[in-house]
């Protein structure tokens, strides 16, 4: 064999931009309203809803004129889990550390570890935390390459953006709640999960989709997200159903009552949830307004 033949340069995404004054400025120029935004009142008083992307692009990391409108009319900002908070990195890492370790067959583990290799992610974060989180990592990773990164999502940089403004953050849920969500419940569940991942990733499956979530989140198409999932790709088999109303669905009820306690409380709140919580019966708007909310979506100004 060509023992002697320079191995063959990988082909990377490029890095994510690190968070600096100049990337947030370059964003300002060009801010305008993406996501999907609600007033919901009660009791002579107003919150606000507000549909996140997971994911985002430099050029994003500025709010447009209504969220940030919205973000001063607010007296504190919620999310299911502020990124910023220590508690909340400790609580994660925890949580993780204490999953029991499920049984992976050798081959798909090598699948696993040869997929981090191609998308150029460190093979030693492979050692950490259980295996349905790095195959779920993998595909939050999957949009690099078209520019969609997770250091830019929505949470990171409205966490950002409230402590710059002097505003409380608080997280609607806890991190052993999203991991319950999240986890695998036994070794199956953990095989299958990785494997769907893998073939979604393998068979190219999931940038397009990535590609396609980001273009809807960012134009405020409702209609087409409440369709999501029929061009998701991950409502295939019995176990992504699950997956999908344990991520979603189940999550919602606990959330709505939440973002209440805060308006209760007297406090107007800018709640920030993940947009596939707002769409259709479970839908966090319809749950607000089965609470007495009256609930409107904010147009963007044409």
Known sequence: GGGGAAAQPRDCPPSAQPLTPALFQAAAAQARDRGLLWRISRDGRTSWLYGTLHVGRAEWLAPGPQVRDALQQSDVVAMELDPLDPAVQREMAAGLAAQPPRALPAPLRQRLRQRFDTDCLDAAALAQGPAEMQAFTLVMMAGRRDGLEVTYGSELLLSVLARGAGRPVVSLESAALQLGALLARDDAEAQAMVTDALDDLEAGR?????????????????????????????????????????????????????????????????????????????????????????????????
């Not at 990535?210 to 989140?217: D, N, P, S, Y």
């Open 206 to 302: 999931i940038s397009p989709v990535l590609r396609k979530t980001a273009q809807v989140w960012e134009s405020g198409d409702l209609a087409e997200l409440e369709r999501y999932a029929q061009w998701c790709e991950c409502m295939r088999t019995e176990l992504d159903r699950r997956l999908m109303k344990r991520l979603l669905d189940d999550r919602n009820p606990g959330l709505a009552g939440r973002i209440d306690a805060l308006h209760r409380d007297g406090r107007r709140v800018f709640a920030a949830v993940g947009a596939l919580h707002m769409g259709g019966p479970q839908g966090l708007p319809v749950l607000l307004a089965a609470r007495g909310y009256r609930v409107e979506r904010v147009e963007r100004a044409r």
